[in-house]
């Protein structure tokens, strides 16, 4: 069983800054290691925010928030993070850390997540 934990998560103003972690446990990473956001607004169905591969770093991102989102990782303390900068009202969701043990990134936004955390809310005011 995988745990993952979210915080980071707040109130910001259009234009400023969150960056979100994920501490991951309960598992040993390996090659075919994906963690990734996912967000979700209200009313809205959950969509893919940006992933990263843990052996080499390959990331990806959903063309909404590229050049503006960053995901990274600290293989030391099996935590992924999500800076976010520039955000705008609808950035604002539920923001949840997802794993899984998939062959690539498109296999993992395609539904080849693991396991999920609780998730953490980012709102953006106007």
């Known amino acids: 069983q995988v745990q993952l934990v979210e915080s980071g998560g707040g109130l910001v103003q259009a234009g400023g800054s969150l960056r979100l972690s994920c501490a991951a446990s309960g598992r040993t990473f390996s090659p075919s290691t994906i963690l990734g956001w996912f967000r979700q607004a209200p009313g809205k169905e959950r969509q893919f925010v940006a992933a990263?591969?843990?052996?080499?770093?390959?990331?990806a991102y959903a063309n909404s928030i590229k050049g503006r989102f960053t995901i990274s990782g600290d293989n030391a303390k099996n935590t992924v993070y999500l800076q976010m900068n520039s955000l705008k009202p609808e950035d604002t969701a539920v923001y949840y850390c997802?794993?899984?043990?998939?062959?690539?990134?498109?296999?993992?936004?395609?539904?080849?997540?693991?396991?999920w955390g609780e998730g953490t809310l980012v709102t953006v005011s106007s």
């Open positions: 997802a794993a899984g043990w998939v062959s690539t990134i498109g296999t993992f936004t395609g539904g080849g997540v693991d396991y």
């Open positions: 990263i591969t843990w052996n080499i770093g390959n990331t």
